[in-house]
């Protein structure tokens, strides 16, 4: 089962994100697609298998058309499956190709409760402060539930040729808030936000609201933040002390990309690659700022994905090492997320990582 997943990254127009929930005793899985006709496209087959090493099937089913419904559809499976592998299998209707998505069903703090984002199911880990959200919970009994907002600023990725450190975080509450079921309510201040039903348990769940047009980045210090992975500290440290961070930013890019035509194309690329990142791996904070955020940003969509239980590695092919570069990441777990993966880091990468920079700063399109 074990198969290449890189198209999962890919940043075309075809997305699905997913969510488990739970109501203690079955299990509900939103699927959420962009555009929302895309499963109209395909037969979609789902199987649940023991792990990622297994060939046999435990349970199957399909998914019957049509399907849409705030392009959301829920699938609904036996709680004897949870910690088992969800694989949907997509066949497009001209049966010229198809691709898997897998889904573990892995019991988690994060499964609790449904969360809707101006009237639609909400599988994303993100929301904008414009942005009217309701929750729903999986019991009847479930009317209040409980919002901490913590005022930390969480530190972008360290580069992968540092060692792994680790690093106790003293996170603090800076309000609590109550909102009641089925209760349309706004999150104006930015930053992260625990949900919890029950604060005496660690079930709950994270959401990073953002006070603009996230994913995208569009303001001059956001805009400047992520150049961190491509600068020196002491360079990063002088471009932030300028008054004028916009201009700053536009002096970075200018002078890497050196003609008005190709620095455009430099800033277009680079950015693109941190509105993905904020798409694909946003969890308790930006997804930017995370391990895997920071390795996509910089190479691009692995060519290469696989997954083995807990771990996953991508795969790099270029002119730098006929052999290609692999980067393992490690699933962790945390209350905040079901979805935290930490970058085994290596100084191997030291050369490659260099290149990569150096490729960066002379105005070179990576992938």
Same mark, same amino acid.
């Given at each position: 089962?074990?198969?290449?997943?890189?198209?999962?990254?890919?940043?075309?127009?075809?997305?699905?994100?997913?969510?488990?929930?739970?109501?203690?005793?079955?299990?509900?899985?939103?699927?959420?697609?962009?555009?929302?006709?895309?499963?109209?496209?395909?037969?979609?087959?789902?199987?649940?298998?023991?792990?990622?090493?297994?060939?046999?099937?435990?349970?199957?089913?399909?998914?019957?058309?049509?399907?849409?419904?705030?392009?959301?559809?829920?699938?609904?499976?036996?709680?004897?499956?949870?910690?088992?592998?969800?694989?949907?299998?997509?066949?497009?209707?001209?049966?010229?190709?198809?691709?898997?998505?897998?889904?573990?069903?892995?019991?988690?703090?994060?499964?609790?409760?449904?969360?809707?984002?101006?009237?639609? !199911?909400? #599988?994303?880990? /993100?929301?904008?402060?414009? =942005? *009217?959200?309701?929750?729903? @919970?999986?019991?009847?009994?479930? +009317?209040?539930?409980?919002?901490?907002?913590?005022?930390?600023?969480?530190?972008?990725?360290?580069?992968?040729?540092?060692?792994?450190?680790?690093?106790?975080?003293?996170?603090?509450?800076?309000?609590?808030?109550?909102?009641?079921?089925?209760?349309?309510?706004?999150? !104006?201040? #930015?930053?992260? /936000?625990?949900?919890?039903? =029950? *604060?005496?348990?660690?079930? @709950?769940?994270?959401?990073?609201? +953002?006070?603009?047009?996230?994913?995208?980045?569009?303001?001059?210090?956001?805009?400047?933040?992520?150049?961190?992975?491509?600068?020196?500290p002491m360079e990063f440290e002088e471009l932030s002390h300028y008054e004028d961070t916009k201009k700053a930013v536009e002096l970075f890019w200018l002078t890497t990309g050196g003609s008005k035509e190709h620095t455009k194309m430099l800033i277009k690329k680079f950015y693109h690659q941190v509105e993905n990142a904020n798409i694909l791996f946003t969890t308790h904070k930006e997804g930017w700022k995370t391990d895997k955020g920071m390795i996509y940003i910089l190479f691009g969509v692995p060519e290469?994905?696989?997954?083995?239980?807990?771990?996953?590695?991508?795969?790099?092919?270029?002119?730098?090492?006929?052999?290609?570069?692999?980067?393992?990441?490690?699933?962790?777990?945390?209350?905040?997320?079901?979805?935290?993966?930490?970058?085994?880091?290596?100084?191997?990468?030291?050369?490659?990582?260099?290149?990569?920079?150096?490729?960066?700063?002379?105005?070179?399109?990576?992938?």
């Amino acid at each position: 089962m074990n198969h290449n997943r890189s198209y999962t990254y890919m940043s075309g127009s075809e997305k699905i994100t997913h969510r488990v929930l739970t109501d203690g005793k079955n299990l509900k899985v939103l699927i959420k697609t962009v555009p929302n006709d895309i499963l109209t496209h395909y037969t979609v087959l789902l199987e649940v298998k023991e792990n990622y090493k297994s060939h046999e099937v435990l349970y199957r089913d399909s998914i019957a058309k049509p399907i849409l419904q705030h392009n959301v559809k829920e699938i609904n499976i036996p709680g004897e499956y949870r910690n088992k592998i969800l694989v949907l299998r997509l066949i497009h209707n001209t049966g010229k190709y198809s691709y898997l998505y897998d889904i573990p069903l892995r019991r988690n703090a994060q499964s609790a409760f449904h969360m809707f984002r101006n009237h639609e !199911p909400m #599988p994303e880990n /993100y929301a904008r402060a414009n =942005d *009217t959200l309701a929750i729903k @919970g999986t019991a009847e009994k479930d +009317s209040v539930f409980y919002l901490f907002h913590y005022s930390n600023k969480f530190k972008s990725a360290e580069p992968p040729i540092w060692a792994n450190r680790s690093i106790k975080k003293n996170l603090s509450i800076d309000t609590m808030l109550t909102v009641k079921a089925d209760t349309p309510f706004l999150l !104006p201040q #930015p930053g992260m /936000y625990f949900i919890q039903k =029950d *604060t005496n348990s660690l079930e @709950g769940r994270s959401i990073y609201v +953002s006070p603009n047009r996230y994913p995208a980045v569009t303001k001059p210090d956001e805009l400047l933040a992520p150049l961190a992975y491509i600068m020196s500290p002491m360079e990063f440290e002088e471009l932030s002390h300028y008054e004028d961070t916009k201009k700053a930013v536009e002096l970075f890019w200018l002078t890497t990309g050196g003609s008005k035509e190709h620095t455009k194309m430099l800033i277009k690329k680079f950015y693109h690659q941190v509105e993905n990142a904020n798409i694909l791996f946003t969890t308790h904070k930006e997804g930017w700022k995370t391990d895997k955020g920071m390795i996509y940003i910089l190479f691009g969509v692995p060519e290469e994905v696989f997954r083995y239980g807990q771990y996953e590695e991508w795969f790099y092919y270029d002119d730098f090492n006929s052999t290609g570069i692999s980067f393992t990441f490690v699933k962790k777990e945390s209350i905040f997320s079901s979805n935290h993966y930490e970058l085994i880091r290596k100084g191997s990468y030291r050369t490659y990582w260099q290149k990569t920079l150096e490729k960066w700063r002379n105005g070179i399109l990576v992938r």
